[in-house]
């Protein structure tokens, strides 16, 4: 069993920074995808970047075009933890973040039904 477990949200004004980190408890494949992914109030759960590995040392990463040149998804295996640099915040940033992982490594990143664990999400709110 797998458990996500996320910290590093608050609250910044648009144009700040954030970093999220992702803690992995449990047996992580050497090829998986991690991801991040974020729920905005009234929206559906949207990819927002993925991190998959060949194995525990290579890999490859890839981001949603809203968030292209802002965030970078990166990991630390020593720390079992997924981190989200977040710059240049916007308004339209804010949301409920979520880490997922599934040892699918064959998994549609942007798809968050392809995902089966997940952890309890962090809030980011960006105000202008």
């Known amino acids: 069993q797998v458990q996500l477990v996320e910290s590093g949200g608050g609250s910044v004004q648009a144009g700040g920074s954030l970093r999220l980190s992702c803690t992995f408890f449990?047996?992580?494949?050497?090829?998986?995808?991690m991801g991040w992914f974020r729920q905005a109030p009234g929206k559906e759960r949207e990819g927002v970047a993925v991190l998959k590995r060949f194995n525990s040392r290579s890999g490859y990463t890839d981001y949603a075009d809203f968030v292209k040149g802002r965030f970078t998804i990166s990991q630390d295996n020593a720390k079992n933890t997924l981190y989200l640099e977040m710059h240049s915040l916007k308004p339209e940033d804010t949301g409920m973040y979520y880490c997922?992982?599934?040892?699918?490594?064959?998994?549609?990143?942007?798809?968050?039904?392809?995902?089966?664990?997940w952890g309890q999400g962090t809030q980011v709110t960006v105000s202008s």
């Open positions: 997922a992982y599934t040892p699918r490594y064959g998994a549609r990143w942007s798809n968050p039904s392809d995902f089966g664990y």
């Open positions: 449990g047996a992580i494949d050497s090829a998986s995808c």
